[in-house]
């Protein structure tokens, strides 16, 4: 799929546990597609093994139309850094800047000479460093120690820093879990606009059904390992929410 992320019959264990049962998605260029599911049912291991966080046992996944099967080294290091994740628990360097932690984005590309430290980070990739945090709505906190800002705007720090990478396809791990429902509005908001404006195919795991219907393009539900169903955010029901956090009483009624 041109630009967006395709994931076909991606099946993944952990000893004899089966995680993954032969999981199809694909997100779009342009969309924002929620991932729900119960604790345990695999929505954080799919996104894991698009980044190589996790390593699939089976499947194909493409990254911005490029197919991971195959690739090695240094090729498969750049055709995955088509895609960034972003996770609940926010990975910055809390005692550097904001802008600093942003630049980190884009250091894959460069030479090592170049990214050893702050001081050295060439003036483009500061200014799309900036230009990212812009985006983010966060340029005037670009001096600022990154842990001196709230939890809402650490998770933008994150989100400027996988576009500084260059992402095409954005995977959001729980993103909001740790936010208040005004920083978490917020926060879906950006994702939605970066999917409709800036035509990045985004994937978040969510665990509130309520803001996936509000804000995504499509919901995919997860159950054991498996996609239950696909449907448009806005026609998310309570019979579809039971069949993935209820199933005994959705098959009872
Ligand atoms: N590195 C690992 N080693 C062993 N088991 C793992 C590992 N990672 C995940 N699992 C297991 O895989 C299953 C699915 O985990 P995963 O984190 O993908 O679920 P999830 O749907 O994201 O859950 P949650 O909503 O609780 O985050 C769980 O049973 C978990 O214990």
Do not use: W
């Not at 996790?54 to 290091?77: F, K």
């Amino acid at each position: 799929m041109e630009n967006g992320l395709s994931v076909k019959g991606l099946r993944k264990s952990f000893g004899d546990r089966a995680v993954l049962n032969g999981v199809d998605f694909s997100v779009g260029a342009g969309e924002l597609v929620v991932l729900l599911g119960a604790n345990g049912s695999g929505k954080s291991t799919a996104l894991r093994c698009v980044v190589g966080l996790a390593e699939a046992d089976e499947g194909v996944v493409s990254v911005a139309g490029r197919e991971l099967r195959g690739l090695t080294g240094a090729e498969l290091a750049r055709a995955r850094r088509a895609a960034a994740m972003v996770f609940q628990q926010i990975h910055l360097v809390r005692r550097r800047n904001v802008i600093d932690n942003v630049c980190a984005g884009g250091l894959a590309g460069l030479p090592l000479s170049r990214s050893l430290t702050p001081a050295l980070f060439p003036k483009d990739l500061r200014e799309r460093a900036m230009a990212c945090l812009d985006r983010v709505g966060l340029a005037d906190r670009a001096k600022d120690r990154a842990g001196s800002l709230s939890g809402g705007q650490q998770q933008r720090v994150a989100i400027a820093r996988a576009l500084c990478q260059g992402a095409k396809v954005l995977l959001a791990d729980e993103p909001v879990s740790a936010l208040d429902p005004a920083a978490a509005t917020q926060v879906m908001e950006l994702l939605r606009e970066l999917a409709r404006n800036d035509g990045l195919a985004v994937a978040a795991v969510l665990h509130q059904p309520d803001l996936a219907r509000r804000h995504a393009d499509r919901v995919l539900g997860l159950l054991h390992g498996e996609i239950r169903f696909s449907t448009r955010g806005s026609d998310l029901s309570d019979v579809d929410i039971d069949a993935l956090y209820a199933p005994d009483r959705a098959v009872a009624v």
